[in-house]
């Protein structure tokens, strides 16, 4: 059986394709038995979160599994397959391990160092465990994922690369201000209460909000959120929880909100942002004109290159200018200035029906002023660059929403809103891609691959216990049996005789093992050591089913192993 993982991510897929993509936690559930149920796949784990869909297992067949996890995850996600495979990633073996030890360390993060992504592999792990997918394979790899994680931010200064997702989105918001100068003072409304709601809510109470308001469609858990907020040590923030039907009567009176639920539509509409902000300014809400304005240069002239005295190349390459207008020529004298209105005259006729097209009438009109300056003055002013557009100051924002949530909770139509700023899930990944690395990133990659490594050996290594397992056992039933034959020639041998023969017997056979046994456990730990153990089956003629069932017998091991440390957490 092989480790294979097939996802996508931020890094590999639009936020668009990511949002459509997002799985409930019903269909992450069916997803995981029906990967089980699937022919290639032994185990199976799926790694989900607001930026990343990844599916791992243990298959025995590698083109097969990339085509049945493939296909499984857009019958889960809703998405066909064939839009969503452009998208997705593929990791085997080493690769995958490597994969899966780089998000625990968060290099794969959008904001590069942050911790939380470990407890959503921790998550990961105990849903896994919990509906029996995870075998031995799956829960080794996670929990040295997780060791390669804390070792990860224990060792090295990886958390002064990046911060949560959170912290990242209010520094977006604040625009270049100090997060706590910005946040001082404000009233914070929190639309969820789950793990992220709950690191918002904390970071604003943290950075000297004034008030901090829980929304929630379950109120226990917004008005816990509030609890444990209000008698925190350190802060003194004003906490309280609302339902989510005062969401707008909230968001009125709210300076920045922060919206991460697992809604499958909006939270916040366009329409109720702006009623929000109108209720709170008195005046209705402006919607900011995104349409781009036309280049100076649009307008290319019917006419060929024969006869026209610019150089088209460079004029027309050049943003703000036309080759009919007035920055065009200028510096012209009259017999240039004569030959390019000729110019121009023959390319403002349509040739299909020999009419003037209106917007060329009007540049035609603009030569024929200019030959009157030229007539006057002999020359036209140099005027070689359009006048800088002066753009009108945007009211700074009222209102400061942070989304996310993935799918996302607030509509993107929220962005053409004058008066409110609104950071989401896309926004953050545009901004992410020009973040800092910090150094402590090569001592990370170091660790990764030193883990990645040792990952490898132990799996080779305990690869071939079983059949180094199989070998003794076949050598004590060797001397059972060679005992038992003895007993029955030699009747007349009392208890003490007959122990010291049997003890020397053992001792000759184990020595003779101890160092092939020994060795073989090497060898097999190495890169390429996987066909010592069938080797080791075929120079003693062990039977497959005595190996393959001490396999099972420590895959069983290993379940209990995994329920009687969950039932200890519990407790």
């Not at 499984?72 to 998208?87: I, N």
């Not at 790899?141 to 959170?166: C, N, Y």
């Not at 003055?377 to 006048?387: A, D, I, K, V, Y």
């Not at 069938?534 to 003693?540: E, K, P, Q, S, Y």
């Amino acid at each position: 059986m092989s480790l294979l993982v097939v996802g996508l991510s931020h890094r590999s897929a639009p936020v668009s394709v990511l949002e459509r993509a997002t799985l409930n936690a019903d269909a992450q559930i069916k997803l995981l038995q029906d990967t089980v149920a699937a022919e290639p796949a032994a185990e199976a784990a799926l790694l989900a979160t607001c930026n990343r869909i990844e599916l791992y297992a243990d298959v025995d067949k590698f083109h097969a599994g990339v085509a049945e996890l493939s296909t499984l995850l857009a019958q889960h996600s809703g998405v066909g397959l064939e839009e969503l495979t452009p998208y997705l990633y593929v990791h085997y073996e080493d690769r995958a391990v490597h994969h899966l030890f780089s998000v625990a360390c968060g290099l794969d993060s959008m904001v590069v160092g942050e911790g939380q992504v470990l407890g959503q592999i921790k998550d990961a792990l105990a849903t896994a465990q919990e509906l029996h997918t995870a075998g031995r394979l799956l829960n080794d790899l996670f929990q040295q994922a997780l060791r390669t994680g804390k070792r990860a931010h224990s060792e090295t200064g990886i958390d002064r690369a990046g911060q949560s997702l959170v912290t990242f989105g209010l520094e977006q918001l604040s625009a270049g201000t100090a997060v706590e100068a910005w946040a001082k003072s404000k009233r914070a409304l929190v639309i969820g209460a789950g793990s992220m709601s709950s690191l918002a809510a904390a970071t604003l109470a943290r950075a000297g909000v004034a008030e901090v308001v829980i929304a929630n469609r379950t109120p226990d858990r917004a008005e816990r959120l509030a609890q444990i907020l209000t008698e925190g040590d350190d802060t003194d923030v004003l906490a309280r929880a609302v339902s989510m039907d005062a969401v707008p009567a909230e968001l009125t009176r709210a300076d920045v909100a922060v919206s991460c639920t697992g809604a499958t539509g909006l939270v916040l509409t366009a329409e109720a942002v702006a009623a929000a902000v109108e209720g709170r300014t008195g005046t209705p809400v402006a919607v900011r004109d995104e349409t781009p304005a036309p280049a100076a240069g649009s307008l290319a002239p019917a006419g060929t290159d024969e006869g026209c005295p610019l150089d088209l190349s460079a004029v027309q390459g050049a943003t703000g200018f036309s080759v009919m207008g007035e920055a065009a020529v200028a510096g012209m004298d009259a017999a240039t200035l004569e030959q390019h209105a000729a110019w121009v005259d023959r390319g403002t006729v349509d040739r299909r029906d020999g009419r003037r097209t209106p917007e060329v009438e009007v540049e035609a009109e603009l030569i024929t002023a200019l030959a009157a300056t030229v007539a006057a003055g002999g020359r036209l002013p140099e005027r070689r660059r359009p006048e800088p557009v002066v753009e009108a100051p945007r009211p700074a924002p009222v209102l400061a929403l942070l989304d996310l949530a993935m799918p996302r909770d607030i509509d993107a139509a929220v962005h053409r809103l004058l008066g409110v700023r609104l950071v989401d899930i896309e926004s953050l990944a545009e901004a992410s891609a020009d973040a800092p690395m910090a150094a402590d990133v090569d001592l990370v990659r170091r660790i990764v691959a030193d883990e990645v490594t040792a990952f490898g050996a132990a799996q080779r290594a305990a690869h071939i216990t079983p059949t180094v397992v199989a070998l003794r056992t076949m050598a004590a039933d060797v001397v059972a049996n060679e005992i038992a034959r003895l007993d029955g020639r030699l009747p007349g041998l009392d208890e003490k005789q007959r122990g010291e023969i049997t003890q020397t017997v053992r001792r000759v056979v184990d020595k003779l093992l101890h160092a092939p046994t020994v060795r073989v456990k090497q060898l097999a730990a190495e890169p390429g050591g996987a066909g010592y153990a069938d080797a080791l089956r075929t120079l003693f003629d062990l039977d497959p089913e005595t190996v393959a069932a001490v396999s099972r017998a420590d895959d069983r091991d290993t379940s209990d192993s995994t329920e009687n440390a969950k039932n200890r957490g519990r407790e």
